[in-house]
T-cell receptor, first 116, second 114 residues
Framework: DTEVTQTPKHLVMGMTNKKSLKCEQH?????MYWYKQKAKKPPELMFV???????INESVPSRFSPECPNSSLLNLHLHALQPEDSALYLC???????????????FGPGTRLTVL | AQSVTQLGSHVSVSEGALVLLRCNYS??????LFWYVQYPNQGLQLLLK??????LVKGINGFEAEFKKSETSFHLTKPSAHMSDAAEYFC????????????FGKGTRLSVIA
């Protein structure tokens, strides 16, 4: 099973809402990632968890709050977002907890977020 | 710091024609190189990757890429394009400590004309 699942598939929220994105993998991978992707652009790294600890935070605004409850699950909590935060949010995972390695990153299908 | 340049934001080929997507990299250490494909409204899928060893790498769906150190290139090819190959293609290089783990190029959109 080489699948990363993400829920929900689509999300529409107002600027005052609080919502969460969920990512799950059952491949025993020890690194998990959140990316943001705008239309016609490459993915931009937001956060990296290695062995369930936050290893990289790419200067993401505090209205995005990641959480890694266990080695299979990654959440992204959203609060007071802006319309410019509308994008495809991708989750990925890789085998070892060594972030700088040859490991392939396996991507989920993404959550399409629209902020009104 | 590692970086990737993809030449051509959009490439259009006829069905059955050769596909060539260009990627040049910059790296201060031996690079690990990747090609990912993204179909509309989907996540990224690994096509192939180069780490060490054989410089001609074969991937899924008939794609292959050749690592040329002297040219700092890792171009992606496929002998005969299918309509189903229409997608966005990203070349990426692995980062080093202090950099992001995977540095993506800006992407090349491949269109296949019947």
């Amino acid at each position: 099973d080489t699948e990363v699942t993400q829920t929900p598939k689509h999300l529409v929220m107002g600027m005052t809402n609080k919502k969460s994105l969920k990512c799950e993998q059952h491949m025993g991978h020890r690194a998990m990632y959140w990316y943001k992707q705008k239309a016609k652009k490459p993915p931009e790294l937001m956060f990296v968890y290695s062995y369930e600890k936050l290893s990289i935070n790419e200067s993401v605004p505090s209205r995005f709050s990641p959480e890694c409850p266990n080695s299979s699950l990654l959440n992204l909590h959203l609060h007071a977002l802006q319309p410019e935060d509308s994008a495809l949010y991708l989750c990925a995972s890789s085998h070892s907890g060594l972030i700088y390695s040859t490991d392939t990153q396996y991507f989920g299908p993404g959550t399409r977020l629209t902020v009104l | 710091a590692q970086s990737v340049t993809q030449l051509g934001s959009h490439v259009s080929v006829s069905e059955g024609a050769l596909v060539l997507l260009r990627c040049n990299y910059s790296s201060s250490v031996p690079p690990y190189l990747f090609w990912y494909v993204q179909y509309p409204n989907q996540g990224l899928q690994l096509l192939l990757k180069y780490t060490t060893g054989a410089t001609l790498v074969k991937g899924i769906n008939g794609f292959e890429a050749e690592f040329k150190k002297s040219e700092t290139s890792f171009h992606l090819t496929k002998p005969s394009a299918h309509m189903s190959d229409a997608a966005e293609y990203f070349c990426a290089v692995s980062g080093n400590s202090g950099n992001t783990p995977l540095v993506f190029g800006k992407g090349t959109r491949l269109s296949v004309i019947a």
